[in-house]
Every structure is written in structure tokens, then in C-alpha cells.
């Protein structure tokens, strides 16, 4: 009896604690729109622009905790559209388009100038699930990315919350790990030279909080 005595009086200290706790946890969905454009690196060949933007979209959740101050940490589990066009190898080709749909867990530090500003930067992991495009020429052509599967990018962005439940925001993301190098050829096939090519993105969110801050008006 002592011991349920005990654990009943703890559990009652503890509770205004987890309240508070839960007052500072928003949570909702998001929804992007963008450009995703991937960015030569390291390039021993050719100097013309090989890669152009193409639309990208996100679908995520959020979940947020805000600590006292101007710091919340926040997690966004989601789906992402990567990728880019490319002009037809030189206009030799018809125009093609590269698809990669990952499965995203941006984990971000966001701080708070005012109730309504606040800038957020982090890290994005990436998971590719599928690919897709017009490339029906070359059924290999998918390969190389389903081998360098996983991402690790930069994020940053700035955001304005327009009501106490509504958030817009601007992004960049950069990918800190290459996806396939990029060969190039001649007509022959033989190797003239190579590129690291990563990932890029800009990208409009707004975002819908179903639970939001408890202080912010």
C-alpha cells in the first residue's frame, strides 16, 4: 500500500510537467512546390550545361518541440520528387527527364526572431524508392542510382507564420553526397571525361499545424 501510495503522489508531481511538455509539441502536414535542378561538380570535360530544372513536390508530416526561448527542434518524415532535365546530350537526342522519388526525414533547428519569423537549417536524409522518366531507350540507364540509394543533404529556409495554425516557407537543400558520376562519351563509347553531379532544390512549403503552439497568437 505504501508503495502504490508512493508511485500515485509521484505520478500527480509529475503530471504539470508533461503538460507543459505537451504544450510546447505542435504537429501537422506540409505540402512543397519547387524546382529541383542537380549541379555538376568536379568537372574534367565538358564545360556546356548538361542538367536543367524540372518541377519537384513534397508530401510531409511535422512534429515540433518548442523549447523556452527562440529554439524548437523539428522532424518532417516524408516523400520528395528529386531530379532534372536534360537537353537531349547536347541536342543530338531527344529531351529527357530524370525522376527520383525519395522517401525524406528532414531533421531541423529552427529559431524563432518573433511569433511569426523564423529561419530553420539542418540535415535531410534521403531514401531513393523508385525512379522513373523517359528513358525507355536505355533500360540500365536507372541503375546507377538505384546503387547510391541513400542521401545525406543541407537544408536551410526562412518561414512567416500567418496565423496560429498556417506556415509559408522558402527553401534550399543541397545534397553533401553525389549521385551517380556523370561519363562522358563519344560516339564510340569511350570514356572522355567525368562529373559529380548532386542534388538541388528550391522549394515553396506551406505547412497546416492540426495541434499548434499553445503561446503563439
Known amino acids: 500500500m505504501k508503495t502504490l501510495k508512493v508511485i500515485v503522489i509521484t505520478g500527480l508531481m509529475l503530471l504539470p510537467g508533461l503538460h507543459l511538455q505537451a504544450q510546447n509539441l505542435n504537429y501537422g502536414f506540409q505540402a512543397g512546390f519547387g524546382i529541383s535542378k542537380p549541379q ?7 564545360s556546356s550545361q548538361v542538367f ?69 537549417v539542418g540535415s535531410e536524409f534521403a531514401y531513393l524508392l523508385n525512379t522513373d522518366g523517359n528513358l525507355d531507350f536505355n533500360q540500365d540507364a536507372f541503375t546507377p542510382f538505384e546503387n547510391n540509394a541513400f542521401e545525406v543533404s543541407g537544408l536551410a529556409g526562412v518561414n512567416y507564420s500567418i496565423s496560429k495554425r498556417i506556415d509559408l516557407g522558402f527553401r534550399y537543400n543541397h545534397s553533401l553526397t553525389p549521385f551517380p558520376d556523370v561519363h562522358w562519351t563519344d560516339i564510340y563509347g569511350e570514356e572522355l571525361g567525368q562529373a559529380k553531379a548532386y542534388n538541388q532544390y528550391f522549394q515553396l512549403i506551406a505547412r497546416y499545424k492540426i495541434k499548434p503552439d499553445a503561446d503563439k497568437p
Open 52 to 120: 536543367f530544372s524540372m518541377a519537384s513536390f513534397n508530401l510531409n508530416g511535422h512534429i515540433e518541440y518548442r523549447f523556452p526561448g527562440m529554439l524548437s527542434i523539428s522532424a518532417e518524415p516524408g516523400f520528395i520528387r528529386k531530379g532534372g532535365a536534360v537537353d537531349g546530350i547536347n541536342r543530338i537526342m531527344e529531351n529527357f527527364k530524370i525522376q527520383l522519388n525519395y522517401v525524406q526525414v528532414p531533421i531541423l533547428a529552427n529559431f524563432y526572431f518573433t511569433d511569426r519569423i523564423f529561419v530553420c
Open 40 to 46: 555538376l561538380a568536379e568537372n574534367s570535360f565538358s
